[in-house]
């Protein structure tokens, strides 16, 4: 859940995603001379400038998420020149940064500069190495309706200027599916497949909301919707006969590997998470987590009713499951509750009374996620509007499975989706985005924090009493935790053990009490998601900080969560750099 589609092209993470940061104090390094000459950073600067530039133009849908809005009548080029190109770039942005890290750098430019060299290194690994471009046709299926969405949803420009960009948009869509065409090498089954769900369910979104849209957006100028209406028409039938290459083409000869192999699997984490440990140590402490989890699961289900086995107890709950029609209606009116409870029991500072828009999961982004969050950029100075997404049952499933992916949304569950998603998951740290100083900060950002920090505090809550002590909530909690904790472990082994989707199914249905569909599902994600380990990861690492920071400075639980969150989405290891230096500086004042 919470899942960023503007990631990497590997990854397709989330978010959505989808920055965050506060201002934060820096002080000197311990042990570093008090009055030594502050370092010069102005090389630097010009370099993150520069880096980031680049970056927008070459993401030019993900630039106006974050705001920039001067990117918003272009759209990516998919090319593979622009591929080419873009490698050759990032390579010299690396010798760049290599040569400015052994200069003087401040120390919040010096973490920067650390944040930005795993930032290069990953994409390098994603499309020089991995070279998924050329494997996975799911970014093609995504990136026309992620890019005309971004257009539509925030109110960031008048209606008809936005409709102009996105007409600009739409004209350059058909060589999307021209560069997939020519881009695309034997992908594994599994990508084609959801890029196909990806790109059928398009057709329906750009023939209904975006014609829907553009209507009202055009207002009384009918040349404008004459333009709209021709260049819309052109992306229907391109979408058409691409939808049509996918299944007839592409997906017979779709037989490509989707396993990572150790080497990469473990270079992804050390780039994108600053995690560097051996694979044995790492699956590990995945196995372990699952097994206390799984553990605590049997024993609160058998407080629940001992007459019933767990997996029979969680099934009652779900019984508890909102209709169709009665699916959004149920989020929206649950939602304040997790929010009210951060102010009634003094959690974490809420920095603005904003709140998200729960609707339906837009349908070129449903692969494989139940819920997200979309959030402003940092940068979006205008248009405040967050959409919290849940994703409906699709028209084309049977009854069974609409069934089973309904039960997902029990109240319990949903409590605790909430949580994650907004109170004081994803939702609350996004709020902090505009208000972080340095670019980076505001622009680059790891799952071990973001998905970490989401995760960590559903647990957090329950163990600080939200839900009334009901073992009910508890157990919707440790089902969530074991989803993650199956993530951590089938993750692993399906891109380094030969695992095959259909077992790491089983293993979502065994140990985390997932409904088959739903736990396909999961699995599948882990395919193309091959990190996805980083929820427990993340909040196995947070809750070590936060024990370690309190027991050093003596910090209410609501002083390390406003801490934490302040630091943007930095890889742990630098946040925790930062927490701790600044506890040993607090320190040697008093």
């Not at 849209?213 to 691409?242: I, K």
């Not at 736990?519 to 929820?535: D, I, M, Q, S």
């Amino acid at each position: 859940m919470g899942e960023n589609p503007r990631g990497s092209l590997y990854g397709m993470k989330t978010h959505a995603w989808l920055l965050l940061a506060a201002l934060v104090s820096f002080l000197g390094c311990t042990g570093a001379d008090p009055v030594a000459p502050a370092a010069d950073d102005s090389a630097f600067v010009a370099f993150v400038d520069a880096y980031f530039d680049a970056d927008a133009a070459f993401s030019p849908s993900g630039a106006t998420a974050n705001g920039f809005h001067e990117y918003d009548a272009r759209l990516e080029d998919l090319s593979r020149t622009s591929f080419e190109s873009r490698i050759a770039q990032l390579k010299g942005f690396q010798a760049q940064l290599e040569d400015l890290r052994q200069q003087p750098l401040s120390e919040p430019a010096a973490i920067d500069a650390e944040a930005l060299d795993g930032q290069i290194r990953g994409q390098l690994l994603d499309l020089a190495t991995l070279r998924a471009w050329e494997h996975n046709p799911m970014y093609y299926a995504y990136l026309p309706g992620g890019a005309i969405d971004g257009l539509m949803k925030r109110d960031f420009a008048p209606a008809q200027k936005r409709l102009d960009s996105a007409i600009a948009r739409l004209e350059a869509v058909p060589l999307i599916h021209t560069a997939a065409r020519e881009n695309l090498k034997n992908p594994p089954r599994e990508f084609t497949d959801l890029s196909i769900r990806l790109t059928e369910g398009s057709i329906g979104f750009f023939e209904g909301a975006v014609a829907e849209w553009a209507q009202q957006a055009a207002g009384d100028d009918e040349a404008l919707l004459t333009r709209f209406r021709s260049a819309n028409a052109s992306v229907v039938e391109s979408m058409r006969d691409f939808a049509e290459w996918l299944k007839e083409d592409l997906l017979p000869r779709s037989d490509g590997d989707y396993a990572l192999g150790e080497e990469h699997f473990l270079a992804k984490l050390r780039y994108e998470e600053m995690v560097d440990l051996p694979l044995p140590e790492l699956l590990a402490r995945g196995e372990a987590q699952l097994e206390r989890d799984y553990a605590a699961f049997v024993e609160t289900a058998r407080a629940i009713d001992p007459d019933r086995t767990p997996a029979e107890v969680m099934v009652a709950l779900s019984d508890q499951h909102p209709s169709e029609d009665e699916l959004l209606p149920s989020v929206r009116g649950s939602l304040d509750d997790a929010r009210q409870y951060l102010i009634d029991h003094d959690i974490v500072t809420i920095p603005s009374e904003v709140r998200p828009r729960v609707e339906e999961t837009p349908p070129f982004a449903r692969a494989g996620s139940f819920a997200s969050m979309d959030t402003p950029g940092p940068y979006e100075t205008n248009a405040t509007e967050a959409f919290y997404y849940v994703t409906p049952v699709q028209p084309e499933w049977d009854a069974k499975h609409k069934e089973e992916h309904l039960r997902l949304y029990n109240p319990y569950v949903v409590a605790m989706i909430n949580v994650h998603e907004a109170w004081p998951g994803h939702y609350l740290q996004f709020l902090y985005a505009s208000r972080f100083p340095t670019k980076t900060r505001k622009l680059v950002f790891s799952g071990t924090n973001v998905e970490g920090w989401a995760h960590y505090t559903e647990q957090m809550m329950v163990d600080a009493g939200f839900g009334d002590g009901a073992p009910q909530v508890r157990l919707a909690q440790l089902q969530e935790a074991l989803l993650r904790d199956c993530r951590y472990v089938v993750g692993i082994k399906l891109h380094t053990a030969g695992m095959s989707v259909e077992e790491g199914a089983r293993t979502f249905e065994e140990k985390a009490f997932q409904e088959p569909a739903n736990a396909y599902e999961e699995a599948r994600r882990g395919a193309y998601n091959p990190t996805y380990l980083y929820y427990t990861l993340g909040k196995l690492e947070i809750q070590k900080l936060r024990d370690e920071y309190r027991e050093r400075t003596g910090a209410s639980l609501k002083q390390f969560h406003d801490a934490f969150v302040a630091q943007g989405g930095l890889p742990i290891p630098l946040v925790r750099k930062i927490l701790l230096r600044e506890s040993a500086d607090a320190l040697r004042v008093k």
